[in-house]
């Protein structure tokens, strides 16, 4: 009896390290103090924090490469981090200040947005020496791209508009007009809209991608970033200038609750493995938790100095 317990118990501590070693991982950036910090998203513990280049800001994940991509703005580079060693394996020159950062759907085509030379680069991750450009509006934030991967979206900041790209041959399609100053962005999980912040008009856009006819939802004061719920019905906005994260119901088209969170919150991202929000806070350096099922606010986890966590920084290992 003894002996079966004990196998028992053997058992359920290796299920337990297993779980762990298997859970989704975010990966926050740190701009002031030019670290990125790993945080296990099943037990919220500090897995690692790796030392990058100067002002990191953006951050895309790759579970079939292994690899995290950091834009450092200041360091005028990005940082690869291998996500199984948590260290930086390469670092690759961007001449100017990177800020969007995202990957193709294969993760062949690394696509990073400069901020100051108003160009997006198409970087081939098997050969970063392989890279294409395409000038674009002025001061190019948030970039996304489509499911099938055949179109870019930018949003730039200081043309206030939204840029459509063919990858294939990095040619401008389209411009649809946004809010003053769109800064965040993210593609719906259905693939069909396209949710674009806009900082100074205070709102967010809802673009539907088969028209580009778009709809505003009031939100709260200097809005950052987006991340929509895995069923479509919720998206949730960082109001930098209220410590707040709005609750928009996209069904009515309304904001139906504001969630206090950190300090300046910027990043943040839905986490559908364990249905929860992770918000990073500049001020706070601290990345909040929010339950999804009740809009709660349910922890802080300590990160490093002006967390930022630009883009999708969850690497998603459990869908791998």
């Not at 897995?47 to 703005?73: E, M």
């Not at 969170?261 to 910027?266: A, Q, T, Y």
Request: hydrophobic fraction near 40%; include cysteine; charge should be negative.
């Amino acid at each position: 009896m003894k002996h079966t317990i004990r196998i028992f118990s053997s058992f359920l501590v290796f299920l337990a390290f297993s779980l762990l070693a298997q859970a989704n991982e975010a990966y926050i950036t740190n701009q002031g103090e030019n670290t990125v910090s790993v945080i296990n998203l099943a037990d919220h513990s500090i897995i690692a924090t790796i030392a990058v280049g100067k002002a990191p800001v953006g951050v895309t994940a790759s579970a079939s490469l292994g690899r995290v991509y950091i834009s450092n703005v200041d360091g005028h580079s990005v940082s690869v981090i291998d996500s199984k060693k948590y260290e930086v394996v390469d670092t690759i020159a961007i001449p100017g200040s990177p800020v969007g950062i995202a990957l193709s759907p294969d993760s062949k085509t690394l696509y990073v947005a400069d901020w100051n030379d108003n160009r997006v680069l198409a970087i081939d991750t098997a050969d970063t020496e392989q890279r294409r450009e395409v000038s674009i509006g002025k001061a190019p934030a948030g970039i996304v791209i489509s499911q099938d991967g055949s179109k870019l979206y930018v949003a730039n900041r200081d043309s206030n508009d939204l840029a459509i790209i063919d990858t294939q041959s990095l040619k401008i399609l389209q411009r649809v007009a946004t809010g003053e100053h769109p800064f965040g962005v993210t593609l719906g999980p259905d693939g069909k809209q396209l949710f674009v912040v806009n900082v100074y008009a205070n709102s967010l856009s809802v673009i539907n991608l088969d028209n580009l006819e778009s709809r505003t939802i009031a939100v709260g004061e200097h809005p950052y970033c987006v991340t929509v719920s895995p069923d479509s019905r919720y998206a949730y906005v960082t109001n930098t200038q209220a410590d707040t994260v709005s609750v928009l119901d996209l069904e009515q088209n309304k904001e139906t609750a504001k969630i206090r969170v950190g300090g300046f919150p910027e990043g943040i991202n839905y986490d559908a493995s364990t249905n929860r929000i992770y918000v990073a806070n500049w001020f706070d350096n601290s990345v909040s938790v929010i339950d999804a099922s009740s809009h709660k606010h349910i922890q802080d986890i300590p990160t490093g100095k002006q967390s930022r966590a630009f883009g999708q920084f969850i690497l998603n290992k459990t869908s791998h």
